[in-house]
C-alpha cells in the first residue's frame, strides 16, 4: 500500500546504514555496507522567490513506496550476507525506502515511523520481532523472507524465496489481520507443543542446527529413541480437563515443513486448533507422523482434537514447551490468544 498522503511530502534520502547504537553489524560481516537506509527529509522552507523551474518542467515524485526495515537474525545458521543485499535492493528497485536492522535490537518508535517489518530469518526471527514490537508498532504491517531452518510462516504466506518476486508480491499483496499465540506471555506465530516433541527440540544442539538446518532434529530425535520420554500432562482446554501424554497447539497449517497436523488451523482465525495423544509412545509418534504426512485417516479415532482459545498445562514441572521450534517456556504454562492482531502481508 502507498505511504499516507500525511507523510507524502517527506521525500527520502538514502545513504550507508550507521553502524552505532542501532545494533546493525559492521561492514566487514556483512560484506561491504548494504545498500541504503532511509531518513525523513523535510522539503526546504519555501523561498520568497521561486526559482525558475528547470527547462524540462519536470518535478521529483513523491514518495510513495513503504517504508521497510529488514530484521535480520546474524546469528541464523542461513544467514548470508550478499542474500540480504540482494533483498534490500530489490525493494529499493521497487520504490520502498528500506533499511536493515538487527533483531535482536530493533524496537518501533513513533518518532522513526515504519510501513512495514519483514523478517528476514526463522520462524524465531520473526517471533522475536513480533515480541519485541508486537502491539506498539501499530500500524505497520508484518511479513517474512523465506530464510532460516524451517519458515513455517513464510509457507503460509506463499512468499517466493527468490527476491525480485518477493519483494514485488510484498510490493502489490494488502495486509490481513493474523491472530497469534501467547506462552506465558511469549509470543509463537505457527504451533507449540509440549511432549516427546517439545522434549527433541530441547535436545537440539544449536551448533548443528546452524550447520545441518532441520536435519538437526532428525539426530535429536534419534538420541532420544533408547530413553523415550513418557509423561503424563493435565491439560484444561477452554475449561474442560483433559489428560494426556502429548499436546500439540496449531495455529496455522503448517507443522515441522509441509505437513499439516490440522488442516482447519488458520494464521485468521481468532482460534487454536489442539491436538492431545492420550498416549506418546514410539508407535504413536510414528502413526502421528503417517497421518499428518500421508492421510489423516491414518490417525486414532483416541486422540482428542478441538478448536480452542485457551489452555492451561499441568503435571510434571519444568518440562520444555516448544513454539516455532525453539523452548521458550517450561511446565507448568498457559496458552492463549493474543489481546491483539497483526496486519500480515
Not at 166 to 172: D, E, G, T, W, Y
Not at 221 to 226: P, T, V, Y
Amino acid at each position: 500500500m502507498p505511504v499516507p498522503a500525511s507523510h507524502a511530502a517527506s521525500l527520502w534520502r538514502r545513504h550507508a546504514p550507521s553502524r552505532g547504537k542501532s545494533g546493525n553489524l559492521p561492514a566487514s560481516r556483512l560484506g561491504g555496507p548494504l545498500p541504503c537506509r532511509y531518513e525523513p527529509v523535510l522539503p526546504p522552507p519555501a523561498p520568497h522567490s521561486a526559482p525558475d523551474a528547470p527547462a524540462t518542467g519536470a518535478k521529483e515524485p513523491p514518495f510513495t513506496g513503504k517504508r521497510i526495515v529488514l530484521a535480520f537474525n546474524p546469528a541464523s545458521g542461513s544467514f548470508r550476507p550478499e542474500l540480504l543485499r540482494q533483498l534490500q535492493q530489490a525493494l529499493i528497485d521497487q520504490g520502498h525506502g528500506v533499511r536493515a536492522e538487527n533483531s535482536r535490537v530493533f524496537r518501533f518508535s513513533p518518532d522513526d515511523p515504519v510501513d512495514l517489518i519483514c523478517a528476514y530469518g526463522g520462524d524465531g526471527t520473526a517471533r522475536t520481532v513480533v515480541q519485541m514490537n508486537g502491539e506498539a508498532a501499530d500500524g505497520a504491517a508484518y511479513c517474512t523472507y523465506p530464510s532460516g531452518t524451517i519458515n513455517l510462516l513464510a509457507r503460509e504466506a506463499g512468499y517466493p524465496a527468490n527476491p525480485k518476486q518477493f519483494a514485488r508480491l510484498i510490493s502489490a499483496r494488502q495486509s490481513r489481520p493474523t491472530h497469534f499465540g501467547q506462552i506465558d506471555g511469549q509470543a509463537f506465530l505457527c504451533c507449540a507443543s509440549v511432549g516427546p516433541d517439545a522434549e527433541v527440540v530441547a535436545r537440539v544442539s544449536p551448533k548443528w542446527k546452524r550447520r545441518v538446518g532441520r536435519l538437526a532434529y532428525g539426530l535429536a530425535a534419534l538420541g532420544m529413541l533408547w530413553r523415550w520420554p513418557r509423561r503424563k500432562f493435565r491439560f484444561t482446554v477452554d475449561g474442560a480437563e483433559l489428560e494426556g501424554e502429548a499436546l500439540f497447539v496449531c495455529k496455522g497449517r503448517y507443522y515441522a515443513g509441509p505437513w499439516m497436523i490440522d488442516r482447519q488451523a488458520s494464521l485468521h482465525k481468532d482460534s487454536f486448533q489442539v491436538l492431545i495423544l492420550p498416549r506418546a509412545g514410539r508407535r504413536d509418534l510414528i502413526r502421528l507422523g503417517l497421518a499428518t504426512m500421508i492421510h489423516p485417516a491414518l490417525g486414532s479415532r483416541q486422540w482428542h482434537r478441538q478448536s480452542a482459545r485457551s489452555i492451561d498445562i499441568d503435571g510434571p514441572e519444568g518440562i520444555a514447551v516448544q513454539a516455532d521450534g525453539d523452548i521458550i517456556a517450561a511446565t507448568p504454562s498457559r496458552i492463549r490468544l493474543a489481546p491483539f492482531f497483526l496486519n500480515f502481508l
